[in-house]
């Protein structure tokens, strides 16, 4: 049983979120992280299935995801993956009951940007968050310039601006734009 009083003893914590959307379909585990956050001037959506997840982040685009693994219907790892397709920018925090290394490993690999095991203490939590939303906000505004060693950028003749994964260097590609093949460079240029 989780002490509910250690979540409403927070002091004003500055999380860099107003909108997170929380993906838990357990009610008990799903009121504890709303109070907590909304203690601290965070607004909660909470969405108890892959449907809803995709309903409210697309509604009510939010600044940072909460998502369980375990849910019905589909898996926390799909839907993170979807929404990540939508829309890489919004951070995905995992907060599973899950705490093993294959599971971390696939959750990254499908998009999630942090990973917290349940329980967590309510401090914790907060913090995690602060620190996964200030990670995605410098991947995706600071990663655009040239020292980012994750992407490879390079334009083809015709204008067309490529952003790629470094793991592409020296492989061949066709240009959308003009249909000239290309060949990613080993560095951005």
């Not at 982040?57 to 993956?81: A, K, Y």
Request: include cysteine; glycine fraction near 6%.
């Amino acid at each position: 049983m989780v002490d509910v009083n250690r979540w409403t003893s927070l002091g004003s914590v500055e999380i860099p979120v107003n909108l997170v959307l929380l993906v838990e379909d357990d009610p008990e585990p799903a009121a504890l992280v709303k109070q907590a956050l909304e203690r601290n001037h965070v607004t909660v959506r909470i969405a108890k299935d892959g449907g809803q997840a995709q309903a409210s982040f697309t509604m009510h685009r939010p600044d940072l995801v909460i998502l369980d693994l375990i849910l019905p219907g589909e898996s926390g790892f799909e839907i993170c993956e979807r929404l990540k397709h939508v829309d890489e920018t919004v951070p995905v925090l995992v907060l599973s009951a899950i705490d093993m290394d294959d599971s971390r490993e696939l959750a990254a690999r499908v998009g999630a940007d942090g990973y917290l095991c349940k329980p967590v203490a309510p401090e914790q939590l907060l913090t995690s968050i602060k620190e996964v939303a200030e990670q995605v906000w410098q991947r995706t505004h600071l990663g655009k310039h040239e020292s980012d060693p994750e992407r490879i950028r390079f334009t083809c003749h015709c204008g067309k601006k490529f952003k790629v994964s470094a793991s592409h260097r020296g492989k061949n590609m066709t240009c959308p734009q003009c249909g000239e093949p290309l060949v990613v460079p080993k560095r951005s240029m």
